[in-house]
């Protein structure tokens, strides 16, 4: 039986590393491997003295679809684990790959360059987020329909600071797209180039970046790092995760699985959410 491939791509070119989400059929959608491929990789980016600037990009047309929902036995049967044994450990684990490893890779003290193209959605746009900069092509688009299974977002929330306050309710309450030139305009972008340009401008910009001594670069990065927390930017995105969190708790009580409400089966056992 053929085994999926490597869910990461890692590539070091001269000062650069190169990251690649590589699930392209299931448009890099995120399973636990991917993650945990991903967070190593971000670790061996950060440990190489040969690296000074990490780029992230995606293999195939979309960057992320977000979690993977496909609902594969041993994930369902896993999150289903999780329930059971009470909502701590779901909240654990949840804290631990989501909001943690986007914290983490937030804070590596090397620049890092998102490289975004077609789909980024919900929990995709956790992984660009923790970069420094984003560039994306111009078909890229940018969505969080978590508000659709009941709950109130992803688990890193950095739509309010992303995207500024009326930006992020509306975004939430429509599970409206944003597009590449709407996100630059709203300061969340860097830079839209055409899709044709997305690697080789992302790779002239790391390139760029990396002339630079790499202490000034990481006293930089900790500079608007350390500005944004005092600011109160992660205690409030830890805070966001409880009120994420209380989303699965009532997606448990309302159907028993915590991932989401599922409205059209409640709809046809006769019964509608009671919030
Ligand atoms: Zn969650």
């Known amino acids: 039986m053929s085994q999926e491939s490597n869910p990461i791509d890692y590539a070091v070119e001269g000062p650069v590393a190169v990251i690649s989400l590589n699930r392209p059929e299931q448009a890099n959608a995120q399973n636990r491997e991917l993650l945990i491929e991903l967070d190593k990789a971000w670790d061996q980016a950060a440990e190489d003295d040969q690296v000074k600037v990490i780029i992230l990009r995606a293999n195939g047309k979309h960057f992320s679809a977000g979690h993977d929902m496909s609902n594969s036995n041993a994930q369902a049967q896993f999150e289903q684990d999780k329930a059971e044994a009470g909502m701590m450990k779901l909240y654990m684990h949840e804290r631990k790959h989501f909001l943690g490893f986007s914290r983490k890779w937030r804070d590596i003290p090397k620049p890092s360059i998102a490289v975004v193209q077609g789909s980024c959605i919900a929990a995709g746009m956790m992984l660009c987020w923790p970069c420094d ?82 202490f000034g670069l990481a006293m930089a990065k900790r500079a608007v790092n350390q500005t944004l927390d005092v600011m109160g930017q992660y205690t409030a995105i830890q805070n966001v995760f409880d009120i994420h969190s209380l989303g699965h708790g009532n997606a448990v009580a309302q159907c028993g699985f915590p991932v989401l409400v599922d409205l059209e089966k409640l709809k046809q056992a006769g019964k509608e959410p009671k919030s």
Request: hydrophobic share 50%.
């Open 133 to 214: 900069l984003i560039l994306a092509a111009d078909n890229a688009k940018f969505r969080d329909p978590v508000v659709m299974m009941g709950i109130g977002g992803v688990e890193y929330h950095g739509h309010t600071w992303e995207f500024g306050p009326r930006k992020a309710k509306e975004m939430l309450f429509t599970a409206s797209t944003i597009t590449a030139e709407e996100a630059r305009e709203l300061g969340m972008v860097n830079r839209v180039v055409p899709l044709a340009e997305l690697d080789s401008s992302a790779m002239e910009l790391a390139l760029q970046i990396a002339k630079m001594p790499a």
